[in-house]
């Protein structure tokens, strides 16, 4: 059997953005992309932390993320499509509020940018379907 092809373009979420040095170039697209929402995420980190060294890891991959990347935007192409993540979500019967809500955003630019949304956290996205293609890696 052969191994599908790369697929062009992706977001990758918070997930893989953390882990991104552990994984394999063939596990994600040709070119990477992040949200705003994710770059948020990140900016957040290390003030969600009083221990001094784990600071210092998430600042360091925080600049390196800014360095790396030119975030999507949320715009309102992706407040249109959180509307339908977001319904998704509610008739699954999840909660779509709190902190999964920042993965209804995420998912939401990806939906509006037609792109698959790579992640280390599928359950976050397993609802989804039809909406925006989950890759797990």
Do not use: W
Not at 40 to 51: F, M, Y
Not at 58 to 85: H, K, M, S, T, V
């Amino acid at each position: 059997m052969l191994d599908a092809p790369r697929a062009q373009r992706g977001i990758i979420d918070t997930s893989v953005v953390i882990d991104l040095e552990q994984l394999e170039a063939a596990q994600l697209p040709l070119e990477l992309a992040v949200s705003a929402i994710t770059m948020a995420e990140l900016a957040a980190g290390p003030h969600a932390t009083a221990d001094v060294e784990e600071r210092a890891r998430r600042q360091d991959r925080l600049q390196r993320a800014e360095a790396a990347f030119d975030p999507l935007p949320f715009d309102g192409e992706a407040a249109r499509a959180y509307g339908r993540i977001y319904a998704a979500q509610l008739a699954s019967g999840r909660k779509a509020r709190g902190t999964r809500a920042v993965d209804l955003l995420i998912a939401a630019t990806a939906c509006a940018a037609d792109l698959p949304i790579y992640t280390r956290n599928p359950d976050d996205f397993q609802h989804l379907q039809g909406l925006v293609d989950v890759i797990t890696v």
